[in-house]
């Protein structure tokens, strides 16, 4: 079948926001392929599907779209497998006020905050009677447990680190949700190759550069035609180099093309995802053996595909917090080297245990100026409306 086709309908998963935020997990540096092309609506890829999603208090909406469609959204109708159209009758409109992260505080006061929403248990077995085919129903679901990795319970986990860390528990009250994406290795090595010294948006033009450039195209959505990432072996070619040096990678462009050719004559293509099997002293000890990987690189890959929870990737910010609420000492420090490296991702293991390294990115998270903006601007709002409500009465 050719020609233009119509959008695929918005089915639904049930999920509240104290589980997933997907306006914060998509946008906080860990996966560079989402953006929010509507108010509240996310577009990425996920491997070689173009996935969308947004939400509501109490529910994840999602569209999927597969390679070989060029997908059509003025046209109000899905065409089913067996190639029957049904109109879509589901149109979930997100609610402001729902994305709209709380910077409420309790001032003067050591209760803690109650629990007013009431999140709806994940379905014991992947099937819901959503509205599109049993089997491709059933790989979405998985597709959305696994990437999102909603087997994990959240808000125990958050529960867990408040009740162990004070600072943890002011702090997230404005950060719920924040999840580690579970991602393809091989995306997510070469996405944090490129991190090195480098800014979110920088790094999203460059692994969008990796994609447009070297990958395979998937399908055309809304106008814009979507790639899968570039398989290491497109990567291993001789000219890689110098075309992402005009591509504008700088000294990135040899590291990757160096990485590549490496896995690409060492090892078979299973060999990153086999690393997932290994104790996490071991993964990180062999992606550091790779061109342009050090110690805080190889922690990002391990935390966010290698499934080591407790992998802490240590930076500026992580070193900024870790001095100024856990470990005074580091104030003495003036560069963080190995040793301290190794120390402070020790300490936050201790202190938050084996899901350390899920705790540690919502405090990253909130150290970032992107959401820190996001959330004064609303505090001047808030104290707006204060004061007018107090000159009323």
């Given at each position: 079948m050719s020609g233009r086709l119509p959008s695929s309908a918005w089915k639904s998963f049930p999920v509240c926001v104290k589980e997933l935020r997907i306006d914060i997990t998509l946008a906080c540096g860990q996966s560079f392929r989402w953006k929010e092309l509507k108010p509240g609506?996310?577009?990425?890829?996920?491997k070689d599907e173009v996935w969308k999603f947004k939400q509501t208090s109490t529910e994840l909406f999602y569209q999927v779209f597969r390679r070989g469609t060029i997908i059509d959204n003025n046209i109000n109708t899905n065409l089913s497998l067996n190639?029957?159209?049904?109109?879509?009758?589901?149109?979930?409109?997100?609610?402001?006020?729902?994305?709209?992260i709380s910077t409420e505080k309790l001032k003067g006061s050591s209760k803690k905050r109650k629990n007013t929403t009431t999140c709806p248990q994940p379905p014991k077995k992947?099937?819901?009677?959503?509205?599109?085919?049993?089997?491709?129903?059933?790989?979405?679901?998985?597709?959305?447990?696994?990437?999102?990795?909603?087997?994990?319970?959240?808000?125990?986990?958050?529960?867990?680190?408040?009740?162990?860390?004070?600072?943890f528990e002011e702090i997230s009250t404005n950060f719920p949700g924040i999840r580690i994406l579970h991602q393809d290795p091989v995306e997510n090595l070469f996405s944090f190759i490129c991190s090195s010294n480098n800014h979110?948006?920088?790094i999203t033009s460059m692994v969008n550069h990796l994609c447009v450039n070297f990958g395979e195209e998937i399908c055309e959505v809304d106008g814009q035609m979507y790639y899968q990432f570039p398989a290491i072996s497109k990567l291993a070619a001789d000219d890689i180099e110098q075309k992402l040096r005009d591509l504008g990678f700088g000294y990135r462009a040899k590291y990757i093309n160096q990485t590549s050719k490496y896995i690409a004559n060492n090892h078979t293509n299973e060999w990153l995802y086999s690393l997932r099997?290994?104790?996490?002293?071991?993964?990180?000890?062999?992606l550091m053996k790779l061109c342009g990987v050090g110690a805080k690189v190889a922690d990002c890959v391990c935390l966010m595909s290698m499934d080591q929870p407790g992998s802490i990737p240590v930076d500026t910010h992580v070193w900024q917090i870790a001095a100024g609420h856990y470990m005074p000492k580091l104030n003495d420090s003036k560069s963080l080297t190995d040793k301290l490296y190794d120390e402070i991702g020790d300490y936050f293991r201790g202190l938050w245990g084996e899901y350390a390294g899920w705790a540690h990115s919502v405090l990253f998270t909130a150290?970032?100026?992107?959401?820190q903006d996001k959330f004064d601007s609303k505090r001047k709002v808030q104290n707006s409306k204060s004061k007018s409500k107090t000159k009323v009465k």
């Open positions: 609506e996310w577009t990425g890829v996920i190639g029957n159209i049904k109109t879509i009758d589901v149109k979930p409109v997100i609610k402001k006020e729902i994305l709209t992947l099937v819901l009677e959503l509205k599109t085919e049993p089997f491709i129903e059933d790989k979405d679901i998985q597709t959305i447990q696994d990437y999102f990795q909603l087997n994990i319970n959240l808000t125990q986990l958050y529960k867990k680190w408040a009740e162990a860390d004070s600072n979110i948006s920088r099997s290994l104790p996490y002293k071991d993964v990180k000890k062999a150290d970032l100026k992107k959401f």
